[in-house]
């Protein structure tokens, strides 16, 4: 452990924010020998846990019941109308979030962390006030995540974000989701599966701008057959209140739309708002986001700040790998830096998004000499269920090289396809490897080793 440490502090480290993040910074510093406190206003688990990726996946799984019942009957089940319970959802969620914060908050007693149930505010660079105590520590860790952010315009005080669609009193009979990243399409994919009339507004040409272009088209195409009204180059101007209780949606160029509910999935901004950062010389960008060195160290030096408050990518394995870099080079004395290539990432939408590497625009940005090999099928199963769902299968190549520069996927599973050659690719993979690799017959993934010959080439410039 660094020899520095200062015994007069009340804690050798205070972790602000116990999300995926601050529990492991927390929970491995303490085992590292440090005296460790957190503190947390909301729930134990932070946003991954309590209103995020946990409750959107079982949101989604539910959601894909509707596709399975009408399915099977291609497979000899008789046809099935099953009612479905929205409050039974609810309460079989809440159950299991009410689990897993049970489970976090045993994380921190058994590693013998200090845990307060209340806002921690700093008031200077080794002082916090919590629960009007104040208490000192050596280091700070701020670890508070981020918050859904809406903008503003008349009306804005009618939608709803994607904190609040986990806890509705009802599902509504018609719906708007505004926004184009991945919580945006996931969000219209659960309300369509869930029954809902689903529609979805995008400013910009195309949603799912950081992926590759084949997937955002790919998925256009899916969220299409499925009955989500996708309306592109769309901005909302007002919302108003109607007497029967719906709003009235006002676009830009003039159209109008009537629906029950309007989800703003338009962003997140870090959650750095009344903690006390003004009392310290945190540097911070324009979005609040704290900016830190390799080692999540602020331009205070004995502030430290990871996950999504950093706005860097907003993952929770992400924020997860920074924790025990921090932890471990802070007090095991071993210096750790975190390595963010080919970070592997997956987007729940209907079929699912899974992707590792770079995209095709960022390969031609970089690369000269590319081979692009791609499948578009329809999987087996729906050969018998009826389902029009097609997969997409990507490679991209670098042929000086051979090594395999991106790998993108649609289609089910895609999360779980991914993640195995996520290891593939931080191991270096080479298309040959995939080439010299046997599939799996019959599954989606076996295409993977079995596309030959590339769509298209690029070839260096001529010197």
């Known amino acids: ?53 946990i409750p959107k996946k079982l949101f989604v799984y539910a959601a894909q019941f509707s596709e399975e019942f009408a399915q099977a009957e291609g497979f000899g089940w008789g046809r099935a109308r099953p009612d479905f319970t929205w409050h039974q959802l ?52 701020i670890a508070t995540g981020g918050l859904p952010t809406v903008p503003d315009f008349p009306g804005s005080e009618h939608v709803i974000t994607s904190n609040e669609a986990f806890f509705l009193d009802a599902l509504p009979r018609r719906c708007l989701v505004v926004g184009g990243g991945y919580i945006a399409v996931e969000f219209a994919g659960i309300f369509k599966g869930l029954g809902v009339d689903t529609q979805l507004s995008y400013r910009g040409e195309l949603f799912l701008r950081r992926f590759d ?66 009392k310290v010389a945190v540097k911070c960008r324009d979005n609040g986001a704290i900016i830190v060195d390799e080692e999540y160290r602020s331009s205070q030096a004995n502030i430290f700040a990871l996950g ?39 987007v729940f939408c209907q079929p699912n998004i899974g992707a590792v590497g770079l995209t095709e625009d960022e390969a031609r940005a970089s690369h000269d000499d590319l081979a692009i ?11 018998l269920s009826g389902s029009d769902e097609k997969c997409l299968m990507k490679l991209i190549v670098d042929q000086q090289t051979d090594r395999v520069l991106g790998v993108h996927m649609v289609g089910s599973e895609a999360g779980e396809i991914i993640q195995g050659v996520a290891i593939a690719m931080k191991a270096g993979v080479t298309k040959s490897m995939f080439d010299a690799t046997v599939g799996i017959h019959p599954t989606q993934a076996e295409e993977f080793v079995t596309l030959r010959e590339p769509v298209a080439k690029s070839l260096p410039s001529p010197v």
Do not use: W
């Open 1 to 53: 452990m660094p020899e520095n440490r200062k015994s007069d502090y009340d804690f050798d480290l205070f972790v602000m924010g116990v999300g995926s993040g601050g529990v492991r910074a927390a929970r491995m510093s303490a085992q590292y020998g440090a005296r460790v406190a957190t503190a947390e206003e909301k729930y134990m688990g932070g946003t991954c846990v309590n209103v995020g990726c």
């Open 308 to 346: 999504d408050v950093t706005d860097r990518i907003q993952l929770t394995p992400v924020a997860i790998a920074e924790a025990m870099c921090f932890a471990t080079t802070q007090f095991k004395a071993e210096r750790q830096v975190m390595d963010y290539d080919n970070i592997a990432t997956a």
């Open 213 to 278: 272009i084949d997937v955002r088209k790919m998925v256009q195409d899916e969220l299409h057959k499925k009955g989500i009204d996708l309306r592109f180059n769309s901005q909302v101007r007002r919302i108003d209140p109607m007497n029967d209780g719906a709003l009235q949606v006002q676009f830009e160029d003039g159209q109008t739309l009537e629906t029950d509910l309007v989800l703003y999935a338009t962003g997140r901004a870090p959650a750095v708002a009344d903690i006390g950062l003004e």
């Open 90 to 141: 609810l309460a079989n969620k809440n159950t299991e979030i009410s689990r897993l914060n049970g489970v976090y908050k045993k994380l921190l007693d058994d590693a013998g962390v200090t845990h307060f149930d209340a806002r921690a505010r700093i008031v200077d660079a080794h002082h916090l006030s919590v629960n009007g105590n104040l208490l000192s520590t050596e280091k700070i860790l």
């Open 373 to 383: 090999y791609r499948s578009h099928f329809k999987p087996m199963k729906h050969s």
